[in-house]
């Protein structure tokens, strides 16, 4: 089983702050997809294919990474923003997600 | 507009059995593999089972194999859970979600909660 490590675990940022998620997979994959999860809400798909924009997700996301290293980036955080994000893959079965990365505004 | 709309939840017993159901709308249901993912109170998400377009495929997570039975009715526009021998680790938000390319989830239901208790 490939198992996804997020960093960090719980972060704060102010408004405008640049924010950077990690996950590190322990085999390499082919590609990573991050899911936002706000507060009592199911989670929404942020990107596919390691870097693609799902629909109507603002372009002040972006992700990026390949082998076991990926990671997704708010370029300008908004309150809004504040969530939990996931990483998950699929290279190999079964299906993993990380554990998880609150974020909340300062 | 896609839907999913969950249902059959409730409090269960220990050892018991219970069955979910995902009424799909908006899209060719037909055309997509399906899956159930669950997320403990307060805990991450987990993936439980996929079942592909035609149910020709199916993979289930080692904590549910051989109790959890996942299904669908193309016919009904609906994806299926048997859950049978609960247990209380079983507690949780189950989500169906839209499988899509074979990797990720576009499109999840708003969940329904599974608590076993006795």
């Known amino acids: 089983e490939i198992v996804l490590t997020q960093s960090p675990t719980t972060t704060a940022a102010s408004p405008g702050e640049k924010v950077t998620i990690t996950c590190l997979a322990s085999?390499?994959?082919?590609?990573m997809y991050w899911y936002q999860q706000k507060s009592g809400a199911s989670p929404k798909l942020l990107i596919y294919?390691?870097?693609s924009l799902a629909s109507g997700v603002p372009d002040r996301f972006s992700g990026s990474g390949s082998g076991t290293s990926y990671s997704l980036t708010i370029n300008t955080m908004e309150a809004e923003d504040a969530a939990t994000y996931y990483c998950?893959?699929?290279?190999?079965?079964?299906?993993?997600f990380g554990s998880g990365t609150k974020l909340e505004i300062k | 507009e896609v839907q999913l709309v969950e249902s059959g939840g409730g409090l269960v017993q220990p050892g018991r059995s219970l069955k979910l159901s995902c009424l799909a709308s908006?899209?060719?249901?037909?055309?997509?593999?399906m899956n159930w993912i669950r997320q403990a109170p307060g805990k991450g998400l987990e993936w439980v089972a996929s079942?592909?377009?035609?149910?020709?495929?199916?993979y289930y997570a080692d904590t549910v194999k051989g109790r959890f039975t996942i299904s669908r009715d193309n016919a009904k526009n609906t994806l299926y859970l048997q859950m049978t021998s609960l247990r209380s680790e079983d507690t949780a938000l189950y989500y169906c979600?839209?499988?899509?390319?074979?990797?990720?989830?576009?499109?999840w239901g708003q969940g329904v909660m599974v608590t076993v208790s006795s």
């Open positions: 979600a839209r499988l899509r390319r074979l990797h990720y989830f576009d499109y």
């Open positions: 908006g899209f060719t249901f037909s055309n997509y593999g």
């Open positions: 079942i592909s377009s035609s149910s020709s495929y199916i």
């Open positions: 085999s390499s994959v082919s590609n």
């Open positions: 294919s390691t870097s």
């Open positions: 998950q893959q699929w290279s190999s079965n079964p299906l993993t």
